[in-house]
């Protein structure tokens, strides 16, 4: 019998020990003490999208030509307006014009462009309490709104 089996480890001494305990702190605060197990999803692959067969390959196209716009430039302005409040706009250089609700400003000033052979600085918009769309163009710097307006018989 040797001299080393009857006798028991020794006790860590308390040094070790608290650096031990303090290792294992660190570790679940940087890791967390709750556990992190990931959960199973249920899930029915019925769900999932997936395509229906093939691609539909038609020997000819459902329609044959693509629909006429139905906005065009003289659709789109109904009127200019002569009130006023229009009248003193042309002294900002504006013009006021009712045009069609669908019409954005965009187009608004395209058609303004083609009508009345103008330069468009910008379009502000608004619905009138009656439905109709109203905008202000402030015409290019280098265009006179009062001569426009004679042009177009405004004034």
Known sequence: VSPEAGKKEA???????AKAKALKAKKAVLKGVHS??????????????RPCGLQRQPKYPQKSAPRRSKLNHYAIIKLSLTTESAIKKIEDNKHTYVHCVK???????QAVKKLYDIDVAKVNTLIRPDGEKK?????????????????????
């Open 103 to 109: 019409a954005n400003k965009h187009q608004i000033k």
């Open 36 to 49: 992190h197990k990931k959960r199973s999803l249920r899930h029915l692959h019925s769900d999932d999208p």
């Open 135 to 155: 905008a202000y163009v402030r015409l290019a710097p280098d265009y006179d709104a009062l001569e426009v307006a004679n042009t177009i018989g405004i004034i």
């Open 11 to 17: 006790p860590a001494p308390p040094k070790a020990e």
